[in-house]
């Protein structure tokens, strides 16, 4: 949506960076100069299974440590970047990083896998999956150290092409996770159409289950059409010990949250990891 509402983003941006805007830098030269600078970092938020609480995976989410303006959050440049085909560029940036991060944690013994955010455009670009093969090569890691987060929106744009990424990533054993389940374009018939292993419940739902209510006929809803689908669930957002007793009881499969744990860098993710397992013991 944000793409379209161009206008708005570039508002908030704006905001934060007027000062250079006014010295003639452009938002896409800014970001291209970034990716030469290597001024993106990656935070590591768990995804944990409600029901024994083992760890499934960690969501990398990019971070702009802007020289002058300081830290940048992805809302805030991610919709500017979907406008070109920077947001490609972007994406292979955040995918070998997250990947060199995912062999090291594979050698060491860790056995989750690493979930990143792509853009359709990244997915349906041509030689996508050879290019994806060729770093899992130089990293000498298996493919399910690797799961996909698409939104609904950027599937629809490029339904052929996708699909077909869609089904040779699946073919190598990556995971698919549709993102911010419920709040894209609500045509539920694409949901059998592509090949996906998990929805996540867009964290709107679960910050609308008030404490008082005893059932929640949304979230109530998602789980059972992905469960009629065969996919497993994972609610984002989850805020409070309530939200997640509610979820396990809903018989949700996973969830991510400040809850559990905000986005970590990679450093505090393994401790964090230390101190569940300790916790579980
Ligand atoms: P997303 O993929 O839906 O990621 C979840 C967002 O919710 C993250 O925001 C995360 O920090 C935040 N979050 C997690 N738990 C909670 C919670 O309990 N409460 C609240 N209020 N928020 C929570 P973040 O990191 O600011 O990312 C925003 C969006 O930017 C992401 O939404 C994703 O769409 C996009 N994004 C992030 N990293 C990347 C990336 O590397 N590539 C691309 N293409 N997009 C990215
Ligand atoms: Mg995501
Ligand atoms: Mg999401
Ligand atoms: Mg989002």
Known sequence: QAKKDGRGVYRVYDESMQAETASGWSIEQELTIALLDD?????????????????QGFEALIRWQHPERGLIAPDHFIPIAEQSRLIIRIDHYVLRKALRQAAFWFAAGQRFYLSVNVC???????GFVTWLDE????????????????TERSLIENISQAKDSLRQLRQRGIRILLDDFGTGYSSLSYLSEFRLDVLKIDRSFISNMTDDATDHPIVNTIIALAKGLQLSVVAEGIETKAQQQVLQRLGCDYGQGYWFARPLSAEQAMDWLKAARADLQ
């Open 39 to 55: 001024q993106f970092h990656l935070m590591y938020q768990p995804i944990v299974a409600l029901q024994g609480m083992a760890i």
């Open 120 to 126: 359709g455009a990244t997915l349906s670009e041509p």
């Open 135 to 150: 770093l899992f090569q130089q990293y000498g890691i298996p493919c399910s150290c690797l799961a996909l987060e698409l």
